[in-house]
T-cell receptor
Framework: GQNIDQPTEMTATEGAIVQINCTYQTSGFYGLSWYQQHDGGAPTFLSYNALEGLEETGRFSSFLSRSKGYSYLLLKELQMKDSASYLCAVLDSNYQLIWGAGTKLIIKP | NAGVTQTPKFQVLKTGQSMTLQCAQDMNHEYMSWYRQDPGMGLRLIHYSVGAGITDQGEVPNGYNVSRSTTEDFPLRLLSAAPSQTSVYFC?????????????FGPGTRLTVL
């Protein structure tokens, strides 16, 4: 079966660092994507990991452990505009994305 | 480039009515898809297409039809609307079927079925 787990909600302070975790159990796996979705908006692509390790893009980094079925998205120097939902999605063996329910991140001043 | 466009943005239907949600992209992407998003759940794939003239079912295809007569357009038809189809619908595209890790989404259609 397909199972992707993320925390439902997290709270962090402006200027701080937050790590959003995603664990997965899927029948096939090519890689894992992260998307950002603001309330009332559409998902927008953040990152994709196919290999083990850390990939950094500006304030955002994404890590993948294929052996452990685990990924995280690290957001540094949090800004109020980072308040959004963060969606984890596994690219399965049919090249389809299987989506987690998303983590709502609330940033407080 | 307009990217991925969807119309309408909002729609209210009565049970049993039919309608078509429009989706278009101007990026010459081969792959297009339709998702629905419900509270507390991940995006679920309804139908997808890997090129003009080719469509296939996703995870939740019942009650929906699609066609892909051109590369640009990928309409979603609700055959006989039911309250269970109340949802937010997103159309998305990617350059090739093998690059679906990176999808570009339209703004969504918020559908309510009474």
């Amino acid at each position: 079966g397909q199972n992707i787990d993320q925390p439902t909600e997290m709270t962090a302070t402006e200027g701080a660092i937050v790590q959003i975790n995603c664990t997965y159990q899927t029948s096939g796996f090519y890689g894992l994507s992260w998307y950002q979705q603001h309330d009332g908006g559409a998902p927008t692509f953040l990152s994709y990991n196919a290999l083990e390790g850390l990939e950094e893009t500006g304030r955002f980094s994404s890590f993948l452990s294929r052996s452990k079925g685990y990924s995280y998205l690290l957001l540094k120097e949090l800004q109020m505009k980072d308040s959004a939902s963060y969606l984890c999605a596994v690219l399965d063996s049919n090249y389809q994305l299987i989506w987690g329910a998303g983590t709502k991140l609330i940033i407080k001043p | 480039n307009a990217g991925v466009t969807q119309t309408p943005k909002f729609q209210v239907l009565k049970t049993g009515q039919s309608m078509t949600l429009q989706c278009a992209q101007d990026m010459n992407h081969e792959y297009m898809s339709w998702y629905r998003q419900d509270p507390g759940m991940g995006l679920r794939l309804i139908h997808y297409s890997v090129g003009a003239g080719i469509t296939d079912q996703g995870e939740v295809p019942n009650g929906y039809n699609v066609s892909r007569s051109t590369t640009e357009d990928f309409p979603l038809r609700l055959l006989s609307a039911a309250p269970s189809q109340t949802s937010v619908y997103f159309c998305a595209s990617s350059y090739r079927p093998e690059s679906t890790d990176t999808q570009y989404f339209g703004p969504g259609t918020r559908l309510t079925v009474l």
